[in-house]
């Protein structure tokens, strides 16, 4: 016998000591696998001509309640040995262990089949499976015994046909401290409700084997013998096939939407859009697109792949189209179903105008769709914006600002004054008259921006400040440039930090006088004094109650400098060139001007203490809390 590898052995062990109560999705796992096995094989008879048809094609599903055995069989491109092994033994890809991450935190087994372990699923109903296969093109058939997490079984077999069977050997329900009733998978009816449930549209038929014992009223044991060896058998149809997208859109249900994409895109939650398009004109094509609530688990790493599924005339000829959506929309599931002659090779595929005018298409669709939402249920969108956010912002960024259009108004930040969303729209609508500037500021929370030395100013003149939460914010905001509700751009207002040296456009008067004349020697001292921690020092009368703050000189803000350093590529020579600002109202203000006539000495350490504070109410770390704690012991004991 041969052991599973580590991970495998857990995912099993999640799989067979489950409690989770929808056991019943192994059936809609086993079949999903069964007709890709089958897509596999047409494919590759299309491609290379071997004659089958789409009707030489089934999956055949037959049970012996007896000895409570379930099989599902498929005529589809079948596994060799190695396949096997890569497949059923090891679990080698990555998916398992993610799987295994997930299901610790949510305890949820309808998502596994986003983890390429769905066929594992058979063990939450079986004690033991058997899988018997020949792959297309060859000539030896196996035989994938295993029990469970000790371990499986490979051995040559007889099986005349190309494909796959699936052989379950359900639970006994005595054996179950779950409660769980296993009976009931080897009824004819539970079967045909499942098969209706999750697999209605599978394009292949699903059929089930009949079993039908007609006792007559045979008396002697003869003819009871005679009665069952004629057991008469026959096939019954379960799915109706006609897939979902092809039917009209009046005659489907939401709830028949949904199923299918749960259980086509394994989601377990229910998407906050559908949208199901059927277009024709110079390329006909229907789409069925759906826009998920929540982010797949690894979303925003390197393993996601976005892609639309791609089918000609029924025929799935791509899994993911990568063409289909772009990056800053690649949430989006679904698929796109043409008439459009492709070459069936992939290559082809790839670089068809066709399929990318199909894919501006829907590009404007979903966004239409997107702010249709936010106009219409407004929660549901926050809910939807709060998963894909950091996409959405990204998408502008990484364009240089191309895909503004489609992406600007879709994009939100908190407001500082509601604590609530807004969008870049709402925000301008609700300006003030004489404002000029759409501010922003980079932080955690609301709270820490109002907290911030340098917000007073602007939220008591009345002016309400964007919080930038995501690291990709005020690159985002760089890009955008400037905004306008206007469609044709008139009165644009520039994005305006509020930690921004120089002129705020609030009480102008007042900023003008922002550096006395006399003070210059003294900001010289200051500034010589902290060295190239800070680029200047200035008085200022931009703030009111506080003493002092930071403010950002140039194009890189303090947080853009974090951002950038943490990036792979050589980022280390960027620096935020920071101001101080001292705060001319402020009692410390008089204080310094007195030190600088009567104690240069007491002033430094007045100077590293100052700075120090500026940069802690900034939620910045200290350079040298050594040299901080020196100079304030200094001044305590003098
Ligand atoms: P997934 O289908 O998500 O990749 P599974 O655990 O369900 O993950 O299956 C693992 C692999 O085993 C499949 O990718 C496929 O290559 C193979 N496989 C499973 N069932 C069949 C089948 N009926 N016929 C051929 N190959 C199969």
Known sequence: MKKFKAESERVLDIMINSIYTHKEIFLRELISNASDAIDKLYYKSLNENLGLSKEDFSIIISVDKENRIFKISDNGIGMTLESLEDNLGIIAKSGSLDFKKTIEKSDDINIIGQFGVGFYSAFMVSDKVEVVSKAYDSTDAYIWTSTGTKGYDIKKTDRETVGTTIILHIKEDSDASDKENYDKFLEEYTIRDLVKKYSDYIKYPIKLELKKAEVSEATTSEDQEKTESEVDEKFETLNSMVPIWKKRKSDITESEYFEFYKSEFHDYKDPVRVIHTQTEGSINYTALLFIPSRAPYNYYGKSFEKGLKLYTDNVMIMEKSKDLIPDFFGFVNGLVDTDITLNISRETVQHNSQLRKIARNLEKKIKTELLDLLEKDREKYEDFYKEFAVQLKYGIYESYGANN????????????????????????????????????????????????????????????????????????????????????????????????????????????????????DLANFIKEALGDKVSEVRFSTRLKNHPVCLTEVGEISIKMEKVLKSMPNNN???????????????????????????????????????????????????????????????????
């Open 405 to 520: 259009e489609l992406l600007i108004d879709l994009i939100m930040f908190k407001s500082v004054k509601n604590n609530k969303y807004v969008t870049l729209k709402e925000y301008v609508l609700d300006m003030k008259e004489d404002q000029q500037y759409i501010y922003y500021a980079s932080g955690k929370s609301v709270e820490q921006i109002k907290a911030q030395p340098q917000a007073e100013i602007v939220l008591d003149g009345g002016y309400d400040i964007l919080l930038l939460t995501d690291d990709v914010d005020e690159f985002t905001l760089k890009m955008i440039g400037t905004y306008s509700s206007d469609p044709d751009k008139k009165d644009a207002k520039e994005f305006k930090s509020i930690s921004a040296s120089g002129d705020l456009g609030i009480n102008k008067d007042d900023d003008k006088k922002e550096t006395v004349a006399d003070d210059t």
């Open 572 to 638: 280390d020579n960027i620096k935020a060139q920071v101001a101080l600002e001292i705060n001319v109202q402020h009692p410390i203000y008089t204080k310094l001007k007195k030190l600088f006539e009567s104690d240069k000495e007491t002033l430094k350490e007045y100077a590293t203490v100052i700075c120090n504070q500026a940069r802690l109410i900034e939620g910045l770390s200290i350079d040298s809390p050594s040299e901080l704690a020196a100079s304030v012991i200094s001044l305590l004991a003098k």
